[in-house]
Each structure stands twice: as structure tokens, then as C-alpha cells.
């Protein structure tokens, strides 16, 4: 209920301002609306506030391929709202002329929550993350000068920056705030999990001994109810690393190896799993941690034993990782490509 | 609920109306007088001061490395000028990109300053922390400038790239940044200048810098030594040298 007055409120101050500046109401749907079970999101847009033409121009640009330099993917080509915003289960996403890149593509869930973006966490704002895949030769491979360039002479962006941002001149700052606001809005919080927690449904035995399992062997890294702590753990995959993960950022020994925790929330729906998408089924990733991890000098302590569970426990896990499948999330016609 | 939200919407509603009537505000009464200052940047080479221009073949006066610069580009930001009577204005949003290849780049000048007698100014080197911090900028710290890493956010605050038969693969570049911790490159430093610098309503005083890109590899050494495009104790050594060598040469 408090929350109801919140919502009140904010459309109530948007009126009040409207006077004395240039502000206009441009709707009374509240297009970022963070879940009452979540904590206060990381993300607020404070330089420009969240609007529904801002967010609407997010999405017409996550979902377009004038970001790649040669026109033939979007950010939407391998973050599918079918698969919770990862890729078609690909281990390595394609980027221009078929170029594979080095990293699993990550799920796009509840970012305005996340402090650090990318496996290991070098981009530091939301804003900003976008820079990369765009630039990357192995991605879109589009030069930030060259994306004003084509948005500029586009028969369209132009008025839909005018009508966004009140200007009709396109600069990358503008892009990336609609880009993040749009991506703010992509909010996981109705899975059945959420239903149970709320009273409003019951779970099966299965699904309860999954969670039990989970909230004494999981839940300490993928914590609810983001199912993520946002740190960095090296989780025994590897004695050797090809890829140093959080080192290669931090420039710190001790951190080789060490990768984001991922969110928990549609797991389901997201594989392959791991940094580099090793894994293709939940099977393999449980049983990996039960059987699988390897003490390389780096390893997480709480792994330093595995996560030891037999064949009914593993199971029952499994049907609790599948109650954190949102089907509203990934059904939402606000988040479709149009 | 709903029975006491209604006089509040009411309420709101009501002096939101009322608000919208008069909106005139009185212009700000004040006696106070603003002028203009300019602060030029003008690039020299070695201890003899040569010219140094983009493109032209430089011998490094200590390690003999034969350098032709394509690429010269660094921040500074922050600037605050210090009044004789001890108080400082501070330009706001205070960020410029100072680009070799770009003359314009290299005379900024600073608007709206309190006219009065000031005794120095205040720089910072490169790009403040909460900048790098903040997500997407515009202006000056506009990514298109090609001065912010992707892979690990952070603006390079000094970017310097050419050739050099000494570079084993014959090219140098320098991408040097980070801010944070003990290889954080920002410094601000304090300039005093050699007598009162008056700012008038009427004359445009002109701040002029002096910057050394040879003091870059001065304890860094040859280029033989390779190029970097991180943060690091290299990042670090090589800001210090050149934002140390960096000075007021005069005041037109």
C-alpha cells in the first residue's frame, strides 16, 4: 500500500513541476517500476528521468541493427526476450561476418540493480555498457563516431530525439541513456517462485526440498531475491585460465579465474551457462559442482569442498531452479521487438 | 485509503493550478562584473624546447629514439582560480579535451569569471573520479572522442601514438589513465602566477601553459620498452612526468 502512494505521489510531483519547468507528463503508467521485494535499484536515470518515449526510443534501438556497421544485428540478435535476454543457446554469440566472440552473451534481467556489467565486471554503469559490444570488431563493430553519423542521417531518429530528449542533434550520451533506461525496465519478479514467497501458491515437495537445498548450499553467492551477491568468485572450472576473468580488470593476481556471479532468475531458460558457455544443460553445472571442482590456488573457499548432492537432491534443485522461470518477463509485449 | 489520499490529490491539485499563474521571476540583483580569461596550451620538445608539431621526426633528447607523433591528446579539467583575497571561483562543468591536431582545442576560453585580482589557478590533470563513475557524458567527456576504454571504464586522460624505428613492431602508443588507487594518474596542481593577473570586463588576459610530451618517457625510457593501453605503475610514471613538467610559461 505504501508503495501505492508512492506511485501516486511521483505522478502527483510530475504535475507540480510541469509549471515551473519544461517537463510534460507523458504518461500516468509508471515505466520503471521496481518490485517491492526488491531493494533500491542501483539505477535511477537521475540526469534525465525515466520516460515512456525515452524507453520507447531504448527499445527501437536495442532492437535495431543500424548499431552494426553492416546493418545485420541488433542487440536483440543475441539477447532474445525468448531466452531471457541471452542468446539462442550459443555457447559464443556471432558478431559481423560471423566472427565469434571469446565470452558467453549474459542475460539482460533487473540490470538497473547491478552495480558492474560484463562477466568480469569492467564496465562500471549502465550507461556505458552499451560501448562495448557496439565497438567491438567482434560484436557490432561500429565506431561511436560513426553510430551519430547514421543516427543523424536516419529519416526517423532525429524527430525521435526531439520528441525524447527535446533535441533533434543525436550525441552517444543521449543514445546510452535511452538504451539503459529501456534496459532498466526489463524487471524479472513474477516467476512462481515470487508467487510462493508471496503466499499466492504453494510449491511441490520437490520444488520445497530444491529449495532447501539451494538456501544451504546456493543462496550465499546467488542470493535472493536478485539470486546474485555481484561478486567475484572463481568457481573451480579450470586448473589453468585461458581467459583471467576479474584479473584482467583488476590487474590483481588473486583474482584470476574469478567471474560475476550470474543471477539465478530464469536460469532456466539461458543456457549454455558458464563464463564461456561450457555447459549446456543445468545437469552438467550441478554436477560440476558436485563432482567437478578443481582446486587451482584461486578457488572460492566455499567451494574448497564442492557442493556434494546425490541424484534425488540434484533433481530436486533442478525443479527449483525451473520456479525461477518468468513466463510474464518473457512474454511481455513492452519488451518485444515490434 | 483511498479516503484520505483524495484530499491530498486535491490539495496537490489545487496548488499545482495556483503555481502555474505567475512564473516572472525578478532578475537577480547583484553589483558583481564578469569578464573572460583564455588559458592556452602550447606543446614544446626536450630541454632545448624545440617545436614540437604532429608528424614531424623528434629525436628524444635522453634515449635518442627517433619519434614522429600522429596522435597527441589529453584532458584536463576542474579549473579554479584563485582571488587575492584568498577566495577561488571554479569554472563549472569544467572539463576540456586538448587535441595536437585541433588548434581550437588547444585555447579554452573561460567565460563569466568574477572581474578582480587573482594570484593562480588550479588545474587537475585528466579526468576527475566521479566522472568515471557516472555512466554517459557529453560535451568535452563525449565517448566519440575516443578517449573512454570500453572493456574497462575509465577515461584515458593522456593518449599518445606514432612511429619509431626503436618500437620493435615500429609503432608506439600510450594510452595512459586510471583513477583509483595507487596508479591513479589525476593530479590537480596549484599555479601561482608571477604577479596579479587582473580580470576586466574589457581585456581578455591569455594564461599561457607550457607542456613537454618528450618528459613522457623520461623515466619510462625508450619506446623499446613497449606500449601500454591500461592502468598501471607505467600509466602512472609516465602522467607524473608530464603533468610535472607542465607549467605557466606566461601571462599575455
Redo the contacts between chains.
Sequence with gaps: MTFKIWKVTLFLSAFLFSCSQDMEITSEKVVFDPPESFPEPFYTSEKFPFSKERVQLGKKLFYDPILSVDNSISCGSCHAQSHAFSDHNTALSAGVNNLIGTRNSPAIINLAWQPYFMHDGGVNHIEVFPLAPITNPVEMNLSIAEMINKLNANSSYPLDFQVAFGTDSISSDLVFIAIAQFQSTLISANSKYDKYIKGEISFSSKEKSGLDLFESNCSSCHTPPLFTDYSFVNNGLDYTFSDAGRALVSQVTSDSGKFKVPTLRNIALTNPYMHDGRFMSLDEVINHYSEGVKENGYLDSRLSKGIVLNDQEQSDLIAFLQTLTDYEFISNPDFAEE | ?KNI?KP??AA??I??LS??EK?ADSPIETTETHGDVNIDFNYVWGMGMEDFTLNDTLIHPMNGDTLVFSTFKHYISNIKLIKDDGTSWAQSDSYHFLDASDANSLSINISNVPTGNYTGIEVTFGVDSTR???????GAL???N?M?W?????YIMLKAEGSSPQSTDGSFAYHIGGFTGENNVVSTRDFTFSSDLVISETETRTINFKANPAKLFHTFGSVENGSFH???ANAKIMADDFNGWTNISSID
Excluded: K, T
Excluded at chain 2, 570500453?150 to 575509465?154: A, P, T, Y
Design positions: 485509503m489520499l491530498i490529490i496537490v491539485l496548488f499545482g503555481s502555474c512564473e568515471n563513475i557516472s555512466g554517459a557524458q557529453s563525449d565517448v566519440i575516443g573512454f570500453n572493456w574497462n571504464s575509465g591500461m592502468p598501471g
